[in-house]
Structure formats: structure tokens, C-alpha cells
């Protein structure tokens, strides 16, 4: 098992930007979801993907969209960067059956 | 409006000592209750989980416990040890395991050596 990798695992961007951000699921795992830390937060759900589908989204503006590919690996895009996109952000894989296994997240500021 | 209420939100505990963190939630459609371990610069290690046909689940050092009626559920850390100091934070879910986590607030642990 390899587990989940995001990358890049920081990054710094200019208000107004678009940002990508990468995640390889962890083998055999199909479902894959996004989530948002603030700092000294919880994480919050933004999305989840299940087949290359969007499966069930959180409350998170339009400009917060993702993809998910035949591997199960995921990217989460964000248009229009503003000062409070800066967080965590943290991708999750999890088997048909089962809990969700974390990567260690993408640290993104904007500034 | 927050559906899973954590406390307290720092703990201090003497090595050996026993760790209590407590979680109430709003929602009885929740069906799946994690426990989450995060260290500084890493991503939520999933701890234990319960789900609400159990009142009582132990794995090693720690245990969930679980009650219904009240909507509330808590972990307890037996021998609590300085490699435990991080952040912990409960969840929530409906539906299963793989469906979105409602996460409360977390609560920063301290053993002391």
C-alpha cells in the first residue's frame, strides 16, 4: 500500500489566481473527497468523487470544482483565489467499504 | 451551525494518566462515529470508529464510548503517553464510513513526561 500522496504540498498564490491541487488514492480505493482545514479548524467537506463522478458536495461556492480520473487519482481546482481559501487542504481515499485514509495535504496560502 | 460539538479544546495529562475527550452531536441520522488523530504537518490518522448499535469499543489503549440517548460519545486515552500529544478530533457521518465527515472542533492533548 502506498497510501494517499497530494502534491504540491505548499503553496503560494496572488488573490485572484487559479490554483491546481494533485491526489493519488491509495490502491483499491474508489472514493475520493476533499476537505478544507483552517488553521486551528476542523477539516470541512468540499467534495467527494465516486467513479469519476461528483458524489455529494459540502457548502462551498462554485469556484471550488474537481475531477476525478480512471486511476482514482483526483484534482481539486480553485478559481478566483481569495485570502480565505488559505488552508489545508486535504484529500481522502476510501475502498467501497471502509473509512477514509488522509494524505498530508496541500498548505495553501494566498496572499 | 455546528453539528458535532467537541470538547474540551486543549487537555493536559500526566504520562500514565487516563485521557477523556467528549463529542455531542445534533444529528441522530448519523450512523458512524471516528475518531481522528492528527500529528503537526501530517493529514488525520483514522484512531477507532463506532457505530450506534455498540455502547463500548476498545482498540489497545483506547476506547470509544458511545450513548445514544444522551447524543453524545467520547474517547477515552488509557496510559496516556507523550508519543499521544496531538491534536484529536471526533466525526460524524450518515450514511457509512465512506460518506462526507462532519468533524468537530478538536482538542489539542499534552502528556506530560
Known amino acids: 500500500e502506498t497510501g494517499v500522496t497530494q502534491s504540491p504540498t505548499h503553496l503560494i498564490k496572488t488573490r485572484g489566481q487559479q490554483v491546481t491541487l494533485r491526489c493519488s488514492s491509495q490502491?483499491?480505493?474508489?472514493?475520493v473527497s476533499w476537505y478544507q482545514q483552517a488553521l486551528g479548524q476542523g477539516p470541512q467537506f468540499i467534495f467527494q468523487?465516486?467513479?469519476?463522478?461528483?458524489?455529494g458536495r459540502g457548502n462551498f461556492p462554485p469556484r471550488f470544482s474537481g475531477l476525478q480520473f480512471p486511476n482514482y487519482s483526483s484534482e481539486l481546482n480553485v478559481n478566483a483565489l481569495e485570502l480565505d481559501d488559505s488552508a489545508l487542504y486535504l484529500c481522502?481515499?476510501?475502498?467501497?467499504?471502509?473509512?477514509?485514509?488522509f494524505g498530508s495535504g496541500t498548505r495553501l496560502t494566498v496572499v | 451551525q455546528q453539528q458535532v460539538k467537541q470538547s474540551p479544546q486543549s487537555l493536559i495529562v500526566q504520562k500514565g494518566g487516563i485521557s477523556i475527550i467528549n463529542c455531542a452531536y445534533e444529528?441522530?441520522?448519523?450512523?458512524?462515529f471516528p475518531w481522528y488523530q492528527q500529528f503537526p504537518g501530517k493529514g488525520p490518522a483514522l484512531l477507532i470508529a463506532?457505530?450506534?448499535?455498540?455502547s463500548e469499543k476498545k482498540e489497545g489503549r483506547f476506547t470509544i464510548s458511545f450513548n445514544k440517548s444522551a447524543k453524545q460519545f467520547s474517547l477515552h486515552i488509557m496510559d496516556s503517553q507523550p508519543g499521544d500529544s496531538a491534536t484529536y478530533f471526533c466525526?460524524?457521518?450518515?450514511?457509512?464510513?465512506?460518506?462526507?465527515?462532519?468533524f468537530g472542533t478538536g482538542t489539542l492533548l499534552a502528556v506530560q513526561p
Open positions: 463506532i457505530r450506534p448499535d455498540v
Open positions: 444529528n441522530t441520522a448519523f450512523d458512524y
Open positions: 490502491s483499491g480505493h474508489n472514493t
Open positions: 481522502a481515499s476510501s475502498p467501497a467499504r471502509g473509512g477514509y485514509t
Open positions: 468523487y465516486y467513479r469519476e463522478e461528483e458524489n
Open positions: 466525526a460524524a457521518s450518515r450514511g457509512g464510513a465512506t460518506n462526507k465527515l462532519i
